[in-house]
């Protein structure tokens, strides 16, 4: 019984094994061009709400922020139009690819604007039992998140790709087929070398 068992498990592992090399290349391929135009959802999801009033969760938190951040000059309503073209135009840039620098470097700026009610309002944001952040604490602790796939994506601008294994040990094996010399390039040398002697 446990023979049978202990082949079970191992005929599972492999089959698990041979679709797990199946997925990681496909993974490595296109896995950040998902993850570009998911962000590129999310923040046209969040930039299409702010433009209805009461749409959004985040609405009296993005007026207070604005509030303090331009000192009252920009009125509330025009603040969170701004704020909405703006989460908009980078969503349209990260789901077409187009523009993709200018639209990383909106979202690093619009990023700052998002994450500064951690320091502008911290006892609304962690009013909970203990410290635990509000809903609006975790609206704005999420950005983290957004925060992070924003700078993943922002590494493919100079050619950063993501690589499976097998793909990176062929690639190594390649580099050092042509770093070591060849059996006959290796006779030459050594026979030079005697010759030089």
């Known amino acids: 019984m446990e023979t049978l068992y202990a082949h079970v498990v191992e005929s599972l592992r492999r ?18 061009t ?11 999801g969040f930039g299409l709400l702010k433009f209805f009033p009461g749409f959004s969760p985040a609405e009296e ?3 207070q922020t604005l509030g303090v951040l331009s000192f009252g000059l ?5 603040g969170v139009m701004l704020v909405a073209a703006l989460e908009c135009a980078i969503g349209l840039g990260l789901i ?8 990383l470097a909106l979202l690093g700026f619009q990023m700052i604007g998002a994450m500064s009610p951690l320091v502008l309002f911290p006892g609304e944001l962690f009013s909970g039992p203990f410290y635990a952040p509000t809903l609006e604490g975790q609206y704005v602790l999420k950005d983290v998140v957004l925060i992070s796939a924003g700078l993943v994506i ?16 062929s690639v190594a094996h390649r580099g050092h087929a042509r770093n070591t010399p060849s059996k006959s390039t290796r006779r030459q040398y050594t026979d030079s070398a005697r010759f030089k002697a």
């Open 154 to 169: 922002g590494t493919t601008l100079q050619g950063g790709r993501l690589i499976s294994g097998r793909a990176h040990r």
């Open 34 to 44: 998902i993850l570009r135009v998911g962000l590129g959802i999310i923040f046209l």
């Open 74 to 78: 920009v009125p509330a309503r025009v």
């Open 61 to 63: 938190l993005v007026m």
């Open 15 to 32: 089959k698990l094994e041979a679709l797990e090399a199946r997925i990681v290349p496909w993974l490595a391929c296109h896995s950040v």
């Open 96 to 103: 077409t690819g187009r523009f993709l620098r200018p639209s």
